[in-house]
């Protein structure tokens, strides 16, 4: 038996040109041990045409090697290998992807921390509750209560976030609130919107508001046929309602501390967006009892 023992080697194989025509090679019960070597081969072109390469019971060990082949043309036509029982040992190899890990933790860690971030906003809240009410809707027939107390929800909170919005307006035009809340858009307006920075902060407040209006008007719309596929209870109306208010007495405090925070929102401003919330949704959901007694 033969054998190779290649041991902290460099070879290098410059503008070399190799041709191998209607060659046959057979290495048999064969053990190649190649440990620390460095190849370095270059502007190399190969040609193999017609070539039969049989490696029967073959046995390679690389331990720790390096491969250099760089700028190198391999052309092999019509060539047959055949290799059996063979045993390739590739001992000590290392592949780090931990850095390609650590990257999309990081995304993943920012994305979640985001949302938990948004999710101190009422708005973002009731958006979540609905979108969970479509989608178990989608799935099985919810009950009447569920419809009432996430789209009564929703669209006060919506339709009195425009009133408090444009009661602030001086506030979400602000340069110093739209650099804290409203980063990513303003790196996007600044990159690729064509005006100045001057109509920045009053376009992103107007269209705050302009999308508090279509997505309550939006919901208000489709509402009709969430409560025709609904299971009709007793007192639902009742039930929605009182759930309206424990959400709102779940979120008083933490929803004060933000608004206070961010829009400057007094405590006197408050309450009575909450009472006037309240007030919208009693009236949504009698609105929403005259549908189902009408279908």
Request: hydrophobic share 45%; net charge positive; charged share 15%.
């Amino acid at each position: 038996m033969n054998k190779c023992i290649g041991s902290s080697n460099n070879f290098t194989i410059s503008n070399a040109e190799f041709d191998i025509s209607n060659a046959k090679f057979t290495i048999s019960n064969a053990k190649f041990t190649i440990s620390n070597a460095k190849f370095t081969i270059s502007n190399a072109k190969y040609d193999v045409s017609n070539a039969k390469c049989d490696v029967s019971n073959a046995k390679c060990t690389i331990s720790n090697a390096k491969y250099d082949v760089s700028n190198a043309k391999f052309t092999i036509s019509n060539a047959k290998f055949t290799i059996s029982n063979a045993n390739c040992d590739i001992s000590n190899a290392n592949c780090d992807i931990s850095n390609e890990l650590l990257f999309i933790q990081r995304i993943i860690k920012k994305i979640i921390q985001k949302i938990i971030k948004l999710h101190k906003f009422l708005c973002y809240q009731v958006t979540t509750i609905l979108i969970l009410t479509i989608i178990l809707s989608s799935l099985c027939k919810c009950y009447d209560v569920l419809i009432y107390f996430s789209f009564g929800a929703y669209i006060s909170i919506m339709l009195m976030g425009c009133y408090g919005l444009l009661l602030k307006f001086k506030v979400i035009a602000s340069r110093e609130f739209n650099e804290k809340y409203n980063y990513t858009q303003c790196y996007y307006w600044k990159k690729y919107v064509p005006l100045p920075i001057s109509f920045l902060f009053t376009y992103m407040a107007v269209s705050s508001i302009g999308m508090h209006i279509f997505y309550a008007f939006l919901a208000l719309y489709y509402v009709k046929t969430f409560i025709k596929h609904s299971i009709t209870t007793k007192y639902s109306y009742i039930l929605g309602y009182l759930l309206v208010v424990l959400f709102f007495a779940i979120n008083y405090s933490s929803a004060f501390k933000v608004y206070n925070n961010c829009l400057k929102c007094s405590l006197d401003e408050y309450n009575k967006g909450a009472f006037l919330t309240l007030l919208v949704v009693g009236g949504l959901i009698y609105y929403f009892e005259t549908i189902k007694v009408s279908i």
